[in-house]
């Protein structure tokens, strides 16, 4: 079984930065795309960022493009993003997601975090 566990959310004021962290783990799988979402109460999960595994190609949502960053460390089996010049409205619950099999890094997820709390006070 894969897991995949979030880590780095917090408080934090706007402008301030975080990175957050997603450790896989449990059996080996390939995977074609790793990619960060994130949810407000009330309104559906939007997605934030995605990495493609085979290329390094990323994509971004327009509200993140430029301030935030996927990476990625094979040897650690981790995907890190990083969120700079944060803003009241990226409070959500951030979500690691993994895909097995993708045509579009916005879509097409297997496997999903628990979440991580990410609070931007104004």
């Known amino acids: 079984q894969v897991q995949l566990v979030e880590s780095g959310g917090g408080l934090v004021q706007a402008g301030g930065s975080l990175r957050l962290s997603c450790a896989a783990s449990?059996?080996?799988?390939?995977?074609?795309?790793m990619a960060w979402f994130r949810q407000v109460p009330g309104k559906e999960r939007e997605f934030v960022t995605a990495l493609s595994w085979k290329n390094g190609n990323t994509d971004y949502a327009d509200s993140v493009k430029g301030r935030f960053t996927i990476s990625r460390d094979n040897a650690k089996d981790t995907v890190y993003l990083q969120m700079n010049s944060l803003k009241p409205e990226d409070t959500a619950v951030y979500y690691c997601a993994a895909a097995l099999l993708s045509f579009s890094l916005r879509a097409g997820y297997n496997y999903w975090g628990q979440g991580t709390q990410v609070t931007v006070s104004s």
């Open positions: 449990g059996r080996a799988f390939s995977r074609s795309a």
